[in-house]
């Protein structure tokens, strides 16, 4: 492993002005995607869908640090046969890859997942590598309810995370660690807060008995938020108070970058939250986005697996990259949206 590497990867994929796409759902997860735009989940159109995304030339080179793939678009070649990857490449991004083999009912935890995935992963990442991957993808999955999440939970996954980690970076891979407490049930803010320092306290405190070197590492959090269901629902500016507030007392200044998930917030509040914690400034690691669908609905919507709206959907996907790089680099406002 050499760290210097390591290191200048994770400073690329969240150099300023730019963040990451997250375009690494699985078939399952797209098929939910294309369900909502009546879209038929076959390869090719999948193919065609990312296709787009990935000659979004203004976006990509201006606004997307990395795209996070799936295994099948790692693999896969654009019409003319050009690897994706080599897109991704061209337009200066980093391509990465999710390695997770996804969430499984945890013994000794009802209700609650581990995140399952580390059986060969050695062998994996030495594929990947040579498949064009600087980095990768690990999401452990967390929920507040009842008892819920339990000790066991946060600290079997924040253990897979670490055991992940380390794997990635003996092979030259960037690990993004990523615990998502979900924004599921009608808990306030306040649990959030608490619950989202326990996982992160836990988190790196296992990457630091694993030996993982922080440098070379993204963390890939949720934001303080209030449940989804939750009668009181929080202002901009508390919502990234809070979560600045956490992340100064959890993660050390040595992590070149943090960038959130969306986590099902609008494609506007996440774009406004981003922004209001840089604006508070003064912050030891880059703060920028890793978003899937706060990047992707309105393409989706756009394109609706129609050829004829692929410069729609190229729009619709330049358009809120750049929302979000200005909201990176905390000038985002909300005349903005409709300024451009
Ligand atoms: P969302 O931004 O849609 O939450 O997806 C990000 C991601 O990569 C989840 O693992």
Redesign the pocket.
Known sequence: MNLDELNAIACKMVAPGKGIL?A?ESTGTIQKRFDKIGVENTEDNRRDYRELLFRTDNAMKNHIGGV?LFDETIRQKAKDGTPLVQLIEAAGSVPGI?VDKGAVPLAGAPNETITEGLDGLRGRFVEYHKLGARFA?W?GVYEIADGKPSHNAVHANAHALARYAALAQENGIVPIV?P?LLMDGDHDIDRCEMVTEWILKEVFQELYFADVKLEGIIL?PNMVVPGMKCPRQNSVEEVAERTIKVLKRCVPGAVPGIA??????SDED?TAHLSAMNAIGGLPWALT????????AAPQKAWSGKGENVAAGQKAFAHRALMNSQASLGKWTKANESAA
């Open positions: 997250a690494d996070i999710k993808k999401r990523e998502e890939k959130f998930l969306s986590g099902g917030q996440a986005f890793s978003y899937g669908r706060a990047l992707q």
